[in-house]
Every structure is written in C-alpha cells, then in structure tokens.
C-alpha cells in the first residue's frame, strides 16, 4: 500500500490518501530489435512490439522454461540462426497474442483484452537453421496465422515435441520440403489443417492429438511423410 501525505508550511501534515498497488507477477521485457550473438530469455513475459524478430545465422536463442513470449498484431518469429525453447511439462513456453491476458496478465497495460487467431503472424524455421540445435519441445503457440501465415513454418528438419499448437487462423503446422519431426503434440482447432506436409522429403508425424481443425487433420501435397500413431 502506497500512501500519499501533503504538509503546508506550518507543519500541519494531511490524512493522505493510500492507494494498493500490486506488482505485476509476470515482469515484462519490451523486445524491439533482433538477436544478436547468443541471448537467453530467462523469466517473465518478452513483448515483441511492432517489428518483427529475426534470430539471424550465427545467432542463438535460448528460451527457459516459463517463459511467455507475447507478439504484437501482425508480427512473427523468423528464425534463420537457432531457436532453443524447451520447457517442461509444468512450466511450458508459450508464444501468443499481446492480447491474451489469460497467460501473464495484462502486458500490454491496455485492460483487459481477448486474442483472435490470427492476431500474429509465425514462428518460421528457416532452411540455415541447424536441426541438432534448434528443437521446441513442451511449447505452446496460438493465436497465430495472420497474413496467411501458420503457427509454425518448417523449413529445417527440427523436432517439435510435447508441445500444443491450436487456435491458429490457418495451418498449425506446415512442413516445407523437410524430415522434421512433429511428435506426441496436441494440434488442434486451427483454421485449415492441423498439419500440412508439402514437397519432397518425409517429415515424421507420430504420435499426435490431432483434432477439430477445420479441413484436415494432416494434409499431403507432393510429401511421403512418416505417419504413426496419430
């Protein structure tokens, strides 16, 4: 509680008034410029504001577990170096609308506010990323999809694993031309497919959730992908 008192020029000191103020339990680092070199995100809430991230080659990184990274509208995660963001299963990372005040509360001081699908653009997974390093494994994204984008662009054989990519506009995943491995993930409610494998090479999709999307669970074009167990 925080109290505020006046005293005139004779010593006589007022009441005040008290005001309670709560701290925020999630503290929140504004992002507005790329990686550069190896960074670690390692608490609270990582606002991306209005241009988008870009992990260049060369560069990595690393997201602790618990971490909430939240995007503003319209922006996305371009990763052409490498992305390391595995959390646990008690304590995910989760990647989201600035407008989605059901995770981190309300970051962007703006009251509260609902996300959409779409809100975001992506995470996209460039062909420079190196596989044995970049792995996202007990994340959570949503609300992405925007400008006909995905929730996850695939371009590098990665392995995304444990985690739950739902509520996105289009496509939850989509593999380009890559053996990535899409394992034991909740894929669901996004706009089009849960998982869309395109263009030669056979990405690994085993052991999925894959439910209530709005065209396909998993949609092959021009791929021979490994499917097991969904």
Do not use: C, M
Not at 137 to 159: C, F, L, M, N, Q
Not at 189 to 211: F, K, L, Y
């Amino acid at each position: 509680t925080i109290t505020v008192q006046t005293r005139d020029s004779s010593g006589n000191t007022s009441a005040g008034v008290s005001q309670t103020v709560t701290p925020l339990a999630n503290p929140v680092t504004t992002v507005a410029s790329d990686i550069s070199g190896n960074q670690v995100w390692a608490a609270g809430v990582f606002h991306i504001t209005d241009n988008n991230l870009e992990i260049p080659v060369g560069s990595t990184l690393t997201i602790l577990p618990g971490v909430i990274v939240k995007l503003a509208i319209g922006t996305e995660i371009n990763v052409r170096g490498d992305l390391i963001a595995q959390g646990t299963q008690s304590q995910p990372i989760t990647f989201t609308s600035i407008r989605d005040d059901s995770v981190g509360g309300d970051s962007a001081g703006d009251g509260l506010t609902a996300p959409a699908p779409g809100d975001w653009q992506q995470i996209e997974i460039g062909t420079s990323t190196v596989p044995f390093l970049t792995r996202l494994e007990h994340v959570a994204v949503r609300y992405a999809g925007g400008s006909s984008s995905v929730g996850i662009d695939v371009k590098a054989p990665i392995t995304i694993i444990n985690s739950a990519i739902t509520d996105n506009l289009n496509d939850g995943v989509y593999v380009e031309n890559t053996p990535a491995r899409i394992e034991n993930n909740l894929i669901a409610r996004n706009g089009i497919d849960g998982v869309e494998a395109q263009s030669g090479n056979a990405p690994i999709i085993t052991g999925n959730t894959i439910e209530d999307n709005a065209r396909h669970g998993i949609y092959v074009s021009f791929a021979t992908p490994a499917i097991d167990d969904n």
